[in-house]
């Protein structure tokens, strides 16, 4: 093993700054003076900064790693091998749904089993972190990041997170075919005002507490390796440089000893923000703050070194980076060798292979939720089908930041229903289509309506003002024959407006299922498979309502349903509070039926544990699984409380008429909740805890915490 501290000693003030440095793999092999000079001027880089750099953000293959390491390695002085960094969110080659997607499985373990495919698949192109969880918690469906996020609720992010983590990691970064996870963005970029991405997120320090930073603190718990900070600001201070972040809160409140990292240029972005002068300030402020990694900037290299020795930073901040950094080399294995993972007879062997596309399959099967069905589903076999719309014939079902994922590569729901389609059109409009066609496709049983967004309408920099579905799709269900039944399949990275799209018969929320999308959806859409998807996140009726999410605080005029006649309490004049289809909804073929919950006790004291049960009832002969909800409502606090929080969840498959009860166990610290301060407190008082398929169908029972 590396003796760090040895080595650490031996460097140069320039190369631990160095250490400091990501950089794109192009500048290590390109001709530095012909190419990229233009871009090596900008960045204020020279050949031996490159070559004194500590980390690279992505690499295509094996043999580009090989390529860049070597090539470093002959011109490093110190020899300190280089990091590869790079996003592997939902999957490397096989692609997985999108994180929104694969949290409507609320299926941790299935997470974990697609991260153990991720990383065993990057791994094997010599990747050794993935920018992966991206723990951040959203409410507004304008924002596009929501297709990588796994929803609304920090309790259910948590779990997601903890599980990629532990998938990512498993058993030691050190070990081929492991990543170290770099969880992402801290913190609160979800909350960018206006669901716009890269604006300002203006939340209170309880909010963030409360809501935001639970899902990064259970990447952490679970080991996680490093942090991204985020492009906001936070209390008007950039996340990349904000100490309460970085310095009071992951170090002193959660002890995080890891690496921490900016997010792309967002070092340099702190002097747009207005909270850097200059380049200089930058570096300052980041060091100060306790930022480590500065990717693509270079306000590191170019000013750390006068700024210490004008005595405005203290060499030790730049130590204990650069010592966080060596510590992460050591822990990866990377001094024993340089080019772990790398191997490209290896990745042709396991990249998209069959156990690989089986779990895509799987994960794509449990992604998707089913949120309206007037019996027409499931379909039969013999059923005529005819399908239209943009997905109609089209490969790329994968969604943004697949990276790698081939678009091209995998079965359309036009060969998926070949043996049963009458007539297949990629079409947007109902003004695209002859008399002729409009004919066929009336002689259909039932019509497929593929619809949705381009991948590029979610994702970074992807926000939208509208959300309902673009390109005028609606126009599509008047090809709908007088007889005939209607299926909307929807592909999209966000919540969405549908109320142009209620005629429909049923609508499947797809997501972007991945890499087996189309066999996904066949088999659902035919009874192969039960839907058991549920939603991660609220599906407001009209962009008006939002922000609309489920456990919002409570209000001292509560809106207390359709059916309230009172004026003065916290309603709209032109539309009801409610959902279109809220946390938690998805529909199956089976008929879940929930019992009663009962109590172990209806009084708890802080050593005691109380036991939850209730029955679920598959009260049909179709077998199907069944995620069941755990929710508390605390009735009073010293500060206001929200309406309901998600506790616990299980997932269970259940036989036709079978009945099981699930039992779960809530112990005192279950009652607390974190304070604006990030301390914890549970107070005596009054809770329900609640059970059922959503948060609109639950069953309580109260119960009374005692001193
Ligand atoms: C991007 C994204 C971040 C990603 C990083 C590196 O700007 O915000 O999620 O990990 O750059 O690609």
């Given at each position: 093993?590396t003796?760090?501290?040895a080595l650490f000693q031996?460097?140069s003030?320039q190369?631990?700054?160095g250490q400091?440095?990501?950089?794109?793999?192009?500048?290590f092999?390109?001709?530095?003076?012909?190419?990229?000079?233009?871009?090596?001027?900008h960045?204020?880089?020279?050949e031996?900064?490159i070559?004194?750099s500590?980390s690279?953000?992505?690499i295509?293959?094996?043999?580009?790693?090989i390529?860049v390491?070597t090539k470093?390695l002959?011109?490093?002085?110190?020899?300190?091998?280089?990091?590869?960094?790079?996003?592997i969110i939902?999957g490397?080659k096989?692609?997985?749904p999108v994180?929104?997607?694969l949290?409507s499985?609320?299926?941790p373990t299935?997470?974990?089993?697609?991260?153990?495919v991720?990383?065993?698949?990057?791994?094997?192109?010599g990747?050794h972190?993935?920018?992966?969880p991206?723990?951040d918690?959203?409410?507004?469906?304008r924002?596009g990041?929501?297709?990588?996020?796994?929803?609304?609720?920090?309790q259910l992010?948590a779990?997601?997170?903890?599980?990629?983590v532990?998938g990512?990691?498993h058993d030691g970064?050190?070990?081929e075919?492991?990543l170290?996870s770099c969880?992402?963005?801290?913190?609160?970029?979800?909350?960018?005002e206006?669901?716009?991405?890269?604006?300002?997120a203006?939340?209170s320090r309880?909010?963030?507490?409360?809501?935001y930073?639970p899902g990064y603190?259970?990447?952490?718990?679970?080991?996680?390796?490093?942090v991204?900070?985020?492009?906001?600001?936070?209390?008007?201070v950039?996340?990349?440089?904000n100490r309460y972040?970085l310095?009071?809160v992951l170090r002193?409140?959660?002890?995080f000893?890891?690496v921490t990292?900016?997010d792309?240029d967002?070092?340099q972005?702190?002097i747009?923000?207005?909270h850097?002068?200059d380049?200089?300030?930058a570096?300052?402020h980041?060091?100060t703050a306790?930022?480590?990694?500065e990717?693509?900037?270079?306000t590191?290299?170019?000013?750390?070194?006068?700024?210490?020795?004008?005595?405005?930073?203290d060499?030790?901040?730049?130590?204990?980076?650069?010592?966080?950094?060596?510590?992460l080399?050591?822990?990866?294995?990377l001094?024993e060798n340089p080019?772990k993972g790398?191997?490209?007879?290896?990745a042709?062997?396991?990249?998209l292979?069959?156990?690989?596309?089986?779990k895509?399959?799987e994960?794509a099967r449990?992604?998707i939720?089913l949120l309206?069905?007037?019996?027409?589903l499931?379909?039969?076999?013999t059923?005529?089908?005819?399908i239209v719309?943009p997905y109609?014939?089209?490969r790329n079902m994968?969604?943004?930041?697949h990276w790698?994922g081939?678009r091209?590569?995998?079965?359309t729901?036009?060969?998926?229903?070949?043996d049963?389609?009458?007539?297949?059109?990629?079409?947007?409009r109902?003004?695209e289509?002859n008399?002729?066609?409009?004919k066929?496709?009336r002689t259909?049983d039932v019509?497929?309506?593929a619809?949705?967004?381009?991948e590029?309408?979610?994702?970074?920099a992807?926000?939208r003002s509208d959300?309902r579905?673009?390109?005028?799709?609606?126009?599509l269900l008047?090809?709908?024959g007088?007889?005939?039944k209607?299926?909307?399949?929807?592909f999209?990275?966000r919540?969405?407006?549908?109320?142009n799209?209620?005629s429909?018969d049923?609508i499947v929320e797809?997501w972007?299922?991945g890499?087996?999308a189309?066999e996904a959806?066949?088999?659902?859409?035919?009874?192969v498979?039960?839907p058991s998807?549920k939603l991660?996140i609220t599906?407001?009726k009209?962009?008006g309502?939002v922000p609309?999410?489920y456990?919002?605080?409570?209000t001292?005029r509560?809106?207390?349903?359709?059916?309230?006649?009172?004026?003065?309490v916290s309603?709209?004049l032109d539309?009801d509070?409610d959902?279109?289809?809220c946390f938690g909804?998805g529909?199956?073929?089976?008929?879940?039926?929930?019992?009663d919950v009962?109590?172990?006790s209806?009084?708890i004291?802080?050593?005691d544990?109380?036991?939850?049960?209730?029955?679920?009832?598959?009260?049909?002969?179709?077998p199907?699984?069944?995620?069941?909800?755990?929710f508390l409502k605390?009735h009073?606090?010293?500060?206001?409380?929200?309406?309901?929080?998600?506790?616990?969840f299980?997932k269970?498959?259940?036989?036709?008429?079978?009945t099981?009860?699930?039992?779960?166990q809530?112990s005192?610290q279950d009652?607390?909740?974190?304070?604006?301060?990030?301390s914890?407190?549970?107070?005596p008082?009054?809770?329900?805890?609640?059970?059922?398929?959503d948060?609109?169908?639950l069953?309580?029972?109260?119960?009374?915490?005692?001193?």
């Open positions: 093993m003796d760090i501290k031996s460097l003030r190369e631990k700054i400091l440095l990501q950089l794109a793999p192009f500048l092999v390109r001709d530095l003076a012909v190419e990229v000079a233009g871009y090596v001027r960045l204020n880089l020279s031996q900064k070559f004194q500590g690279v953000l992505g295509g293959s094996a043999e580009e790693m390529e390491q470093y002959a011109k490093s002085k110190q020899k300190i091998p280089l990091i590869f960094m790079a996003d939902h490397y096989t692609i997985f994180p929104i997607g949290a499985s609320f299926d299935l997470a974990f089993e697609t991260a153990r991720s990383a065993v698949e990057a791994a094997t192109s990747i972190v993935t920018f992966s991206m723990a918690l959203v409410r507004d469906p924002w990041r929501i297709v990588e996020s796994f929803g609304e609720d920090p992010i779990k997601m997170a903890e599980a990629m532990k990512y990691q970064i050190e070990k075919g492991n170290a969880v992402k963005h801290f913190a609160a970029y979800g909350a960018a206006a669901g716009r991405d890269y604006n300002a203006d939340v309880l909010s963030l507490h409360q809501f930073l603190k259970a990447a952490l718990e679970a080991g996680a390796r490093m991204m900070t985020s492009f906001n600001t936070i209390d008007g950039p996340a990349t440089t972040l310095r009071d002193t409140l959660w002890g000893e890891g990292i900016s792309y967002s070092l972005q702190t747009a923000h207005g850097s002068e380049q200089r300030q570096a300052l980041g060091i306790g930022l480590d990694i990717m693509a900037s270079t590191y290299t170019s000013h750390l070194s006068e700024l210490i020795d004008a005595g405005e930073v060499e030790r901040l730049v130590d204990e980076a650069v010592m966080r950094i060596l510590e080399k050591r822990d990866l294995g001094f080019f790398a191997d490209p007879v290896k042709k062997e396991i990249v292979s069959k156990p690989h596309l089986d895509a399959l994960a449990e992604a939720v309206k069905n007037d019996g027409v499931p379909l039969s076999k059923q005529t089908v005819a719309g109609a014939d089209e994968i969604g943004p930041w790698h081939r091209d590569l995998h079965a729901l036009k060969e998926v229903f070949a049963q389609s009458v007539f297949v059109k990629k079409a947007f109902f003004d289509f008399e002729a066609e409009i066929q496709i259909a019509v497929l309506f619809l949705g967004e381009h590029w309408q979610s994702g970074e992807h926000s959300i579905i673009p390109f005028d799709q609606h126009t008047s090809l709908l007088a007889n005939q209607s299926v909307v399949v929807l999209n990275g919540p969405l407006d549908l109320s799209i209620q429909a049923a797809a972007f299922p890499s087996m189309a959806i066949h088999e659902i859409l035919l009874g498979t039960n998807g991660p599906f407001p009209t962009l309502q609309l999410y456990n919002h605080q409570k001292g509560p809106y207390l349903g359709k059916d309230d006649r009172n004026e003065y309603k709209y539309i509070n959902p279109a289809y909804h529909l199956s073929y089976s008929n879940f039926v929930y019992g009962h109590v172990s209806e009084t004291r802080s050593n544990v109380l036991t939850v049960a209730f029955d679920v009832t598959n009260a049909s002969a179709v199907g699984k069944e995620t069941a909800l755990l605390d009073h606090g010293r500060v206001v409380r929200p309406v309901l929080e998600l506790k616990a299980r269970e498959n259940y036989r036709a008429h079978e099981k009860t699930l039992s779960f809530l005192f009652f607390g909740y974190v304070l604006d301060d990030g914890f407190v549970v107070e008082g009054l809770f329900t805890v609640y059970a059922g398929p948060v609109s169908r069953k309580g029972k109260t119960i009374r915490l005692l001193p």
